[in-house]
């Protein structure tokens, strides 16, 4: 299944994938008003999604909104955490001079740095070299805690495209500036859609390609199957750490950054979604 958050009846508005159309979520459960979110928080099992898609997909033209047509947002604007991934490839470690991790380098990004698709990144005063990193990002369905790899994925509700910003510029000051250098605002754009992991082109998520495009030129791409720490682990690690929470988000590592400067429109690619795509001004 296919969701996304777009403008419907003048509000932010789940919707689901029904042929080339979105069908907003109000119109198949006038409970599910709101972002997706609302969708992830309900605790709705396999077979009520198959009902909603089924529902879906019988819903008149009249209230389809065309993918061509969509205005999309993000898919939610308050995750409760935002988990980031660093190093993740080795390739992109060799770009910044650094090792790969034995264990997964983890960050953690607030909320404020959200936008969704089409929304400006904004490159910082405070920085003078800023990068987009296209990364896959998971979308945690259900409460992950003391999770095996084995089980991790039984508690993804889907996978998405993002845009993780760094001012690499302020990191390459100091290792320990991280947090500082990717959470200005706008520094987090993920979207247009969530897609659930049945619905993708691919056996499983290894064979997933993702890049990172800036004006049309692909800067770098690689496959999640060449991650150090795979999408399984990340979860599996992080659950013995603390519980993942329904809505949580894990972008799981870049196979590489482009450079930003103002005007430029930077994208990320991933098999099987549509492209994410942002563009670039100064403050």
Known sequence: MRFATISADGVNQAAVAAADTWVPLHHIDDSLRGDILVLIGSGLDTDRLAEI???????QNKFRIPFSE????????RPRMIWGIGLNYSEHAQDLD????????????GDHTVIGPGE????????TRTTAEAELGLIIGKTARYVSEAEAMDHVFG?????????EDILALNPRYLTRS?????????????????????????????????????IR??????????PASIIAFHSQMMPL???????????????????????????????????????
């Open 70 to 77: 969509a205005t999309y947002g993000p898919p939610y604007r």
């Open 245 to 283: 929470l329904p809505g949580d988000i894990i972008s799981t590592g870049t196979p590489g950054a482009g450079m930003l400067s103002p005007g430029v429109v930077a994208e990320a690619h991933i098999d099987g979604l549509l492209p994410l795509r942002n563009p670039v001004i100064a403050e």
């Open 182 to 218: 990717k959470n200005f605002p706008t520094f987090f754009s993920y979207g247009p859609e969530v897609v659930t992991v049945d619905e993708l082109p691919v056996d499983d998520l290894a064979h997933l390609s993702v890049q990172t495009v800036i004006d049309g030129s692909t």
């Open 159 to 167: 996978v998405c495209a993002i845009l993780d910003q760094t001012a």
């Open 53 to 59: 898609q089924a529902t879906a997909d019988q819903v």
């Open 221 to 230: 791409k690689n496959v999640v199957a060449n991650m150090t720490h795979s």
């Open 120 to 127: 400006d990144i904004v490159i910082p005063r405070a920085s």
């Open 98 to 109: 650094e090792g790969t991790p034995d264990q997964p380098a983890s960050f953690i990004k």
